[in-house]
């Protein structure tokens, strides 16, 4: 997993790669806490590299999700793929977390 903060700090893009499961959503959430605490509350999660997310994954999203709200900032998804969208309609977190087709547009407005 890699992340990139912009030039100017407004945001910063996380990039999990392959499984986003029970082994690897603490360690997401883990990084997300941290850039919280440092103040760093637009957080982007582009999935376009994970090809299998569970449960634990969706948890790890959604605890990201409310931290950053609580922060007076947010947490968007961008380019899912095809398993991921589906487990997010599947579960309806597509309400919640509205995905986005690419990093540009989920960063917009930021």
């Known amino acids: 997993m890699t992340y990139t903060e912009n030039d100017n700090g407004t945001y910063v893009v996380f990039v999990p790669e392959g499984k986003f ?3 690897t ?3 997401m959430k883990d990084r997300i806490d941290e850039l919280l605490k440092d103040g760093k509350a637009n957080v982007v999660v582009d999935l376009h590299a994970v090809d299998f997310i569970d449960s634990s994954g969706l948890g790890a999203l959604i605890g990201g999700l409310k931290g950053a709200r609580q922060q007076g900032g947010d947490l968007r998804i961008a ?3 095809d398993q991921v969208r589906a487990v997010l309609k599947l579960t309806n977190l597509d309400r919640i977390l509205t995905p986005f087709a690419t990093v540009e547009e989920a960063t917009n407005g930021w």
């Open 25 to 27: 959503a603490p360690l």
């Open 79 to 81: 380019d899912a793929a």
């Open 21 to 23: 499961n029970l082994v």
